[in-house]
């Protein structure tokens, strides 16, 4: 298994950007999904940006498009999420997720979301207030 670590949460007013970093402890392939997911009390999480370790597929939310990217630093391990023009609705906790069987990006992205799947981090909160 991986274990993951996100930091980069905190507070930011509307409008603002924050960088959220995710650390791997483990062996990450070239044949992984990989990403990030969000969820806000009382609801489903949903994957924000998802991406195939071998290249090619990308799955990105439609709230995100145009404000969020994401980046990954192969030789530290670590893969970053680049979030500008943030609003309120971004105020939820923040997961890294990464699962060895990606044969289907976008159905692991649905699978992960609803059932688990894969390995985590614990979160990071962000908030967006003014």
């Known amino acids: 298994r991986v274990r993951l670590l996100e930091s980069g949460g905190g507070s930011v007013q509307p409008g603002g950007s924050l960088k959220l970093s995710c650390v791997a402890s483990g062996y990450i392939g070239s044949s992984n999904c990989l990403g990030w997911f969000r969820q806000a009390p009382g609801k489903e999480r949903e994957g924000v940006i998802v991406?195939?370790?071998?290249?090619?597929?990308?799955y990105y939310s439609d709230s995100v498009k145009g404000r969020f990217t994401i980046s990954r630093d192969s030789a530290q391990n670590t893969m970053y999420l680049q979030m500008n023009d943030l609003i309120p609705k971004d105020t939820v906790m923040y997961y890294c997720?990464?699962?060895?069987?990606?044969?289907?990006?976008?159905?692991?992205?649905?699978?992960?979301?609803?059932?688990?799947?894969?390995?985590w981090g614990p979160g990071t909160q962000v908030t967006v207030s003014s």
């Open positions: 997720a990464t699962d060895n069987d990606c044969t289907d990006l976008f159905g692991w992205v649905e699978y992960a979301a609803t059932r688990g799947v894969g390995d």
């Open positions: 991406i195939y370790t071998g290249g090619g597929s990308r």
